[in-house]
């Protein structure tokens, strides 16, 4: 884990308080990107911070190169891939598959209704299928891609974190969450993560390889039969909301992540029929992957995982910021606003004497409001840490003035509840430890 230092003594702010805002900042939407942004950043900075500290360009044992920079994977260092699955096609891919096979290829229908709607793979209870051939049929549309290996409950059972186990034995996780109004699920789309940021288990472990399409899905039909079932929470409920915020970079594996949307939002039997709106795409920032998402027109949430409003402390946190900036990266989550007209999630995590200055929130809040009003939603969440970190969530005290700092400017923001820190909710922190776990006992 990279360690912190503090700023150098020569280093000269001035105190954040009566801080007067970059007069342009209402009205540099014409100048968004660089000049209007820069400036920003410029006035904005203190010249003396006594809380701020800063991590060093270590990078985390085993993911570093020469020069100490974390290195940044595309590229999965696994290329083993699962077997076709039904989830992996749309309808007329399914009805080739099969035709291909030998079945008619109207059983496309019938399997898809048991796996999307049913939510079964189970071929004694397909009864609507001819004994005969039946579980052939059903072996080459449902192999075996995931199995369940732990699950841990907590918040009074309103929270369940599953480790998955994977056709290659790698590991990855999901997190099914019951609130008042909804359920929620966190799923993974890589196993590991290339992206490398130093306050996340799971750019601890590197990137080992890309789900496939239905590998992916495999974790929302499993969550909701679990929902349904009454697992979570003790009585049935509803599955309504997906977020792609759990292991992986979901703009690296752009092409599974997107098939992945497509059966979510699909009408049965080609999928589960779930509305685009309580599907979240997360990502630390890969422009040309949210190019590509705006180009596809589908609404569902952008959310941005920004965690620094500026570049200085972004190229640490983040080392993707080395390739697009701040700049370049609101400008392109503005423009999926103005194509799909969906508010984007700005996801911030607030780390004590890191990045939860109220000089930063105010930062944030100029950089938004450059491009316009009402655009996108802050959601501050304060860090989960991982074991062994050195760092830690802010305290109460500060959180509320990041707050009030971005409300104050006119920012709608929502402090993201906190699940599962008993079970180790946070990304990656249970497949790691299972990883360790098994390589100490060999």
């Not at 020569?10 to 001035?14: D, H, I, Q, S």
């Not at 308080?17 to 805002?21: E, H, L, V």
């Not at 260092?77 to 077997?83: D, W």
């Given at each position: 884990m990279a360690k912190l230092k503090q700023p150098g003594s020569?280093?000269?702010?001035?105190p954040s308080?009566?801080?007067?805002?970059f007069k342009g900042a209402a009205s540099a939407s014409n100048t968004t990107g660089s000049a209007g942004d820069k400036e920003l950043m410029r006035r904005a900075k203190p010249r003396r911070d006594p809380a701020q500290v800063m991590p060093t360009d270590q990078a985390p044992e085993g993911a570093s190169s020469p020069d100490a920079r974390p290195v940044l994977r595309f590229q999965a260092?696994?290329?083993?891939?699962?077997?076709a699955h039904l989830a992996d096609f749309d309808l007329a891919g399914r009805k080739q598959l099969l035709k291909e096979a030998g079945f008619p290829a109207f059983r496309a229908d019938q399997l898809s209704r048991h796996y999307f709607t049913h939510l079964t793979t189970d071929p004694q209870v397909m009864s609507d299928l001819p004994a005969k051939g039946r579980e052939e049929l059903t072996d080459l549309a449902f192999p075996p891609l995931v199995e369940q290996v732990v699950v841990r409950s907590g918040d009074q059972g309103m929270t369940r974190k599953y480790l998955w186990r994977l056709f290659d034995g790698a590991e990855v996780e999901s997190v099914l969450m019951r609130y008042p109004s909804r359920a929620t699920l966190c799923i993974s789309c890589e196993v590991g993560c290339g992206m490398a940021c130093p306050f996340c288990a799971t750019g601890q472990m590197g990137l080992t390889r890309n789900l496939s399409t239905a590998e992916i899905v495999e974790q929302v039909r499993l969550a909701r039969k679990a929902c349904e079932e009454g697992e979570l929470g003790g009585d049935p409920c509803h599955l309504s909301n997906v977020v792609f915020m759990g292991m992986g970079e979901p703009m690296v594996n752009y092409?599974?992540?997107l098939g992945a949307v497509r059966r979510l939002i699909a009408d049965p039997p080609e999928g589960f029929g779930m509305s685009a709106r309580g599907i979240t795409v997360s990502t630390v920032g890969l422009v040309p992957g949210?190019?590509?998402?705006?180009?596809?027109?589908?609404?569902v949430t952008l959310a941005i995982s920004l965690h620094a409003p500026d570049d200085e402390l972004r190229d640490q946190l983040i080392p993707l910021n080395s390739r697009f900036k701040v700049s370049e990266l609101l400008d392109a989550a503005y423009e999926y606003f103005q194509a799909t007209g969906r508010r984007v999630s700005i996801e911030y995590a607030l780390i004590k004497n890191m990045n939860d200055q109220a000089w930063r929130a105010g930062l944030l809040a100029d950089l938004l409001n450059a491009r316009g009003r009402g655009w996108a939603h802050v959601n501050p969440i304060p860090l989960n840490p991982t074991p062994g970190s050195i760092w830690t969530a802010s305290e109460s005290r500060v959180q509320a003035e990041f707050v009030d700092t971005l409300e104050s400017k006119g920012i709608t923001t929502t402090i993201r509840d906190t699940r599962g820190q008993d079970i180790d909710g946070a990304c990656g922190q249970l497949a790691t430890k299972s990883m360790k776990e098994r390589l100490g006992s060999e």
């Open positions: 020569g280093e000269k702010r001035k308080r009566g801080r007067t805002p260092t696994r290329r083993a891939k699962p077997q092409r599974a992540v949210i190019k590509k998402l705006t180009a596809e027109k589908i609404p």
